[in-house]
């Protein structure tokens, strides 16, 4: 088992809606969670951090479920700037990069 | 700012040559990455430096050596490259207290 698995989609959207993207990791000492956002043949960006009580940041809205360990992205209002691939990342450690491990991504396509 | 730098950006190899990947930042950034990034697979971590003078292998190793050289500069050797090293490579860097990894735009090696 991959120790962080996405749907790897695509998800096709009409601009407008709203999407969900769920992750699940399988290492429980996971501490500190992330989407970062790849634009096709472009290098990974940070898209946001996920904090244990669910944080928002603009249309982007992350959630954090431990006992279940998964974490989710909800992209509200989707804009065709959106389209790109959805990577979630983990780590078993706090206030550092070290030890990311990322997930193989979930590809959104908003269209008109 | 230049943030990360890589090269070169493109690169084609015949089996059993060698080649070194650069990367410096300029960020004053600890912490130096290096990932290869293949369809289906996601980024994989090759090997990492938490700071100047240390290097420690990551998830795939085999087949790289790294330098830390200074603060700035890590790079990544290819002694005798095979065909199953043909994929993009992004080196990454990040700061003390932060889980985010800044990455370069990354090297396409083809491996013939």
Redesign the interface.
């Known amino acids: 088992r991959k120790e962080?698995e996405q749907d790897?989609g695509p998800f096709n959207v009409p601009e407008g809606a709203t999407v969900a993207f769920n992750c699940t990791y399988s290492n429980s000492a996971s501490q500190?969670f992330?989407w970062y956002r790849q634009d096709c043949?472009?290098?990974?960006?940070?898209l946001m951090?996920v904090y244990s009580s669910g944080n928002e940041d603009g249309r982007f809205t992350a959630q954090l479920n431990r006992a279940s360990q998964y974490i989710s992205l909800l992209i509200r209002d989707s804009k065709l700037s959106d389209s790109a691939t959805y990577?979630c990342v983990v780590?078993p450690?706090?206030?550092?990069?070290?030890?990311?491990t990322?997930?193989?991504?979930t590809r959104l396509q908003v269209t008109l | 700012n230049a943030g990360v730098t890589q090269t070169p950006k493109f690169q084609v190899l015949k089996t059993g040559q060698s080649m070194t990947l650069q990367c410096a930042q300029d960020m004053n950034h600890n912490s130096m990455y290096w990932y290869r990034q293949d369809p289906g697979m996601g980024l994989r971590l090759i090997y990492y430096s938490a700071s100047e003078g240390t290097t420690d292998k990551g998830e795939v190793p085999n087949g790289y050596n790294v330098s830390r050289l200074n603060k700035r500069e890590f790079s990544l050797r290819l002694e005798s490259a095979a065909p199953s090293q043909t994929s993009v490579y992004f080196c990454a860097s990040s700061g003390l207290g932060t889980g985010e990894a800044f990455f370069g735009q990354g090297t396409r090696l083809t491996v013939v």
Do not use: H, N, Q
């Not at chain 1, 450690?93 to 990311?100: E, I, Q, V």
């Not at chain 1, 990322?102 to 991504?105: R, Y």
């Open positions: 962080v790897p500190s992330f043949r472009k290098e990974p960006k940070l951090s990577l780590t450690f706090t206030g550092t990069a070290s030890k990311l990322f997930g193989t991504g």
